[in-house]
Each structure stands twice: as C-alpha cells, then as structure tokens.
C-alpha cells in the first residue's frame, strides 16, 4: 500500500546558486512551503512560537532546533491521508536564537530542550498534495533529555554503563547529536548520536577520552553548570558520557513505547544506520562514524526477520538490532600505479578494489583479542585501531539501495588527508586535503551477509569547470551539477540515489543543496541538482516521494554565522524587515521542515 508509487518525477536541474543568496530555490514549475518549524506547537496547549519571551517550558512542548534526519511514512489505512514524520534535533546555535536580554540559566534550559527528537503527525485531503502539521495529534511526541531509553545488547548491563542513575546499566536519559538515520522495513526509526562528546566535560586524560575527543575543558552550552550528569568528574557520573554515540531506534507508530539504544552496533559518532533484509532474512545495518580517519561498519543480526505487520512480528522485528555480529570495514585498491593523492584516475581507469567485513564481534563474544565484548562495544573505535580498519574520509550516511543490494557511502571530506603526520590517500580516498569528499558504491560479494565485497567510487565531487580531479561515474563532466560534501542519502522509487550536501559554501562558493543521481545504464553518474537551500544552511533529510510528487528537506541552521543582533538569513517566514510578522511566523532564521511540490 505505498500510495506514492504512481510516477516518478521529472524535472529540470537549477543553476547552482551564490553562497550569499538566503533564498530555497526549486526546479521551474516547482514550489515550496514549510511542513513544521522551530517552535511550532506539538500539543494542545502548547504555546505558539515567540522568540522574545521563550521558555524551556514552551520549547519542551514545541518542534526542536536543527532538524537532521527526517521520514515521513504513511500510518496503514489511511488512504494516504494521514502520515508521521519522525525528525531530530541534533544541536543548538544560542547566538542567533536567544534575544541577549533572556536569563543565561534559562538560555541553557531552552537549548537542552531544543535536543532530542520529535514525532509529528501530517494530514492532508487527498493523496498527492502537500502536508499540514497537526498540532495536538495522538501520535505526536517529544524526546526530551530526561527521556529515559532502554540500553539493549551484550554491553547493557555492564560496569561500563553503570552510573548513579543508571545503577544496573540499562538504561539512558535522553539523546544527543543526533545526525542522520534510517527507517527500518519493520516501521520503526534509527537515528546516529554523533558529536555527544562537546556536551560533557570530562578528566579527558584516557585513551579513550582522547579517541572521542572528550577534554576537562568548558563546554560550548556549559550545561555542567545546572547539572551534574554533563562533568563525568562529579562522583557517581564517571560513566555517564558512555550512554551516548548509540544508535537510537523509536517506533513511532506507539507513543507509549520506550525508545532504545542499541549496544550490539558499537559506539562511536554515529552518523546513522540504514537498513536492509538479506536473502535469507538475516538484518543487515550499515553505518558511518563521522570523523576524520574513521570507519566503515556492518551489523548482521543473530535473528531473522519476520515479514507481515502483526503485533507478535512487529515486537519480534522490534528486537533485531540487539543481538548480532558487528563488523568493520578494510578496504583494498587493485591500481597497479600509484595513488598519488591528486585525484587522477589510476591506469586502470576506475578507482576501485575489493575488500572484507572482520569481526568485532561474533556469537555474543568479542573478536578483538585482549578486549571484552562490553569493552568493545563501548569503545569501538579502539577495537577498529586494533584490527586495522581502513580510515576513511569522514563516512556520512551509509545505505543499501533496496533493488539491488548496493551499499552507498557520502564520504564527505577530508582536509587533512595526506598531511603531515596523518595517513596519506589511498585508491579509495584518493585525494589529499580532500575538500569535495566523494562517494563509495560498495557490492557484497555473494550475499548481503558476506565478508567479502568489492568496490567503486560512483563520484569524486567538486566543480568539474574548476577542478580537475571530480569523476562522476564516467558521465561527461560538461553535463553535471557541481557537487561538493555529500551528506545524507536516499533512493527515489526507481532506485535513484539522491545526495544532500553539508558544506559546500565554503568549498565551491554556492549553497548546498539536493542532488539526483542516475546510478544504472547510460546516464550512470548524472548528477541533476533539484534544489537549493538557503544562505548557510545544510540539506537534510531528505525524502522523495517521486510518485506522490513531493519531495521533502530538512533545513538545518539557517544564518548559522550571524548574530540576535545581525541575522544573515529570515527563511522560512522571511518576514520585512521593520514589519510585523504574522500569526506564527517570526522575524529570526528557523530550521524547519519543508515540502517541495509542482504548481
Ligand atoms: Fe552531523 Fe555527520 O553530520
Ligand atoms: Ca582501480
Ligand atoms: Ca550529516
Ligand atoms: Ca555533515
């Protein structure tokens, strides 16, 4: 029943546009308009926005701040009249969004409610047109820092997760930089904690400390300031840091259910997890971490799925991710010449190899010698150090294409590959101080749950009129959008890949944007641009419900160089300057939510 398979769409690529323009600029024929917006009211009676007179209370009950992963399925039954949206809020940018007269105290309150996540329900008359919110709906739910979410897997439980309130280890409060996701083919939604560790302060004198960039210095929010749990120094809370970099998964579907965290996935700066069901129905999960030099990884649930949508499949699916072998990815070039950092294709013509999948964990027990499983699983990233996993540059979203089993990887960039005291390129991060990043098509070999895979690049991103080391899949360089910083990802019903970009302002000078990418046939490697967002914002999302018509970004921090005091953007209400906005807008920058549709 997916009413949005009908046809797909078409449209004609936008120019690039400047850095400087604040505008979201769509196809011709095209037009846009917000879903949902920073402060917009979830609940009955929830305050309406104001940003004048904002309050922890208020902001608790409205949409949060920056919006990154974004779904939005239709609830079964309704004939495509009803849908939920899942969205998160992976960070607060206080300097444009507080007027200086509001309380320091209160400013820290109101930024921790702004985290978390949000389920929002839409309705619409008919299917094919645009959404509306509806505030006060059964189904709508905030997640707050004082959410309590259930740790699963082998390291739940451990002495590693174990706090003053969290005594037997099982359960966290709250989610943090939360980034990308996934949507699960049982309904329910992942979302990565990414960048947790500039929430706490910390001894910041162990490895692993320093593996995850935790320090003793003040923090950005200075959070420590109102609550103990955010100094991992304060007794009682030397663990607290580590019920954070989990992948989280909520079903949306159930506003009474617990959200979980899933230990069996390793943590690390999680970008995200996507999803796919192997041939003989083992869960196959793919994910990035997000920094410089980090890894790949593959997740193979011990259990297999059970297709159909009853309650007994649904609270059996439910438990998939947490139990399974976790693996991480080492990657091999077969270039006879030598990778010489510049970006120029090998002589062999194609930037590609092989590779394996090896073990982390296996049956419950750790593969990594001289760690146990708790260990593993809490510090991933050491036991990634240990079996000589393959430093990429900076994995982003990670997703199999559901028609054929491909794993995609927005390798976003790198500006310190190849430079002193850091790893030089190799054939598949090919470029030193790699700006543009690039983008990995990954085939296992066999089947999904194999150890084994080879491997291309599909794009090596930049303006092709500038930059002479970009290569799109072998596609006329001439006939492509520049493109620079992949980030999120997602599949249109035809199995076409769509890219969204995080940077790009500062590398190719125009705004980021969505792209659309063939990745079969002739026109392999096209990259069409559909839009773009407004003056320093990122793409995220996104979602494209090519046969419903609609497709769907989530535009992150808006103006996020300005000031209270000098705004560099007005999207979404772009209300005059010197006039007074109208019911629900406001004269400030608002990551929102918005749907882009044919006149
Ligand atoms: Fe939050 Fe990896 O971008
Ligand atoms: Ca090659
Ligand atoms: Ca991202
Ligand atoms: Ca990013």
Not at 144 to 157: Q, S, V
Not at 354 to 377: D, H, K, Q
């Amino acid at each position: 029943t997916r009413w949005w398979h009908g046809s797909q769409l078409s449209f004609q690529a936008i120019k690039p546009v400047d850095r400087l323009v604040d505008e979201l600029t769509v196809p011709a024929g095209f037009q846009w308009q917000p879903v949902i917006r920073w402060g917009d009211p979830l609940f009955k009676r929830s305050p309406g926005f104001d940003p004048l007179k904002q309050s922890a209370a208020a902001q608790a009950q409205q949409f949060g701040y920056n919006n990154d992963y974004t779904d939005i399925v239709e609830i079964p039954g309704s004939r495509g009249r009803r849908a939920i949206m899942f969205c998160n809020h992976e960070y607060v940018n206080p300097a444009i969004m507080f007027p200086p007269s509001l309380d320091a105290a209160e400013t820290r309150a109101i930024s921790r409610a702004a985290h978390g996540l949000s389920v929002v329900e839409l309705r619409r008359s008919r299917a094919g047109k645009p959404w509306t919110y509806q505030q006060g709906a059964p189904l709508n739910r905030r997640f707050l820092t004082d959410t309590a979410y259930a740790l699963t897997g082998p390291a739940a439980g451990s002495e590693l997760l174990k706090t003053v309130t969290s005594p037997d280890g099982r359960v966290a409060f709250g989610t943090l930089g939360n980034c990308s996701g996934g949507t699960t083919p049982w309904g329910t939604m992942l979302s990565g904690e990414e960048n947790f560790n500039g929430y706490f302060v910390t001894a910041g004198t162990s490895a692993t400390d320093k593996r995850y960039g935790l320090t003793s210095k003040p923090t950005n929010l200075g959070w420590e300031q109102d609550e103990q749990r955010w100094d991992t120094r304060n007794p009682g809370y030397q663990n607290e840091v580590n019920h954070f970099g989990w992948i989280v998964e909520v079903d949306p579907h159930d506003p009474q259910s617990t959200p979980v965290k899933h230990t069996a996935m390793g943590r690390l700066k999680h970008e995200g997890a996507n999803v796919i069901i192997a041939e003989d129905g083992h869960v196959v999960a793919y994910m990035g971490d997000d920094e410089r030099f980090d890894y790949l990884y593959k997740f193979v649930s011990k259990n297999k799925y059970r297709p159909g949508n009853s309650p007994a499949a649904r609270s059996w699916n439910k438990k998939l991710l947490s139990e399974g072998d976790l693996f991480v990815a080492k990657f091999e070039g077969d270039s006879v010449s030598e990778i010489d950092g510049s970006g120029k294709l090998p002589d062999d013509g194609r930037f590609d190899g092989s590779g394996r999948w090896i073990p982390l964990t296996r049956n419950g027990v750790s593969a990594v010698p001289g760690m146990s499983i708790a260990e593993v699983l809490v510090y991933t990233r050491l036991a990634g150090d240990k079996v000589g996993a393959t430093k990429m540059d900076r994995c982003e979203d990670v997703q199999p294409n559901l028609r054929t089993g491909k794993i995609y990887v927005a390798c976003t960039n790198n500006t310190n590959r190849g430079k002193a005291g850091y790893a030089a390129a190799d054939e598949t991060n090919p470029r030193n101080e790699n700006r543009d990043g690039h983008v990995v098509e990954i085939t296992e070999r066999g089947q999904q749950i194999s150890q084994r895979f080879d491997w291309n690049l599909l794009l090596v991103c930049g303006d092709p009129s500038k930059n002479e080391s970009t290569y799109f899949g072998g596609f006329p360089k001439d006939k492509v959008s520049p493109i620079s910083c992949p980030d999120n990802l997602a599949f249109d019903s035809a199995g076409d890949l769509w890219i969204s970009t995080d940077g790009a302002p500062s590398t190719i000078g125009f705004n980021d944007g969505l792209f659309k990418v063939t990745l079969e046939g002739r026109e392999r490697g096209r990259v069409q641009q559909f839009l773009s967002v407004p003056r320093e914002s990122e793409t995220c999302g996104p979602i494209v419900h090519d046969r419903d018509g609609l497709v769907f970004v989530a535009v992150q921090h808006p103006g996020e160089e300005g000031s209270w005091a000098e705004q560099r953007s007005a999207f979404p209400d772009y209300v005059k300057p010197g006039s007074k906005p109208k019911r629900g807008q406001a004269a400030l920058p608002r990551p929102a939510v918005v749907q882009v549709f044919k006149k």
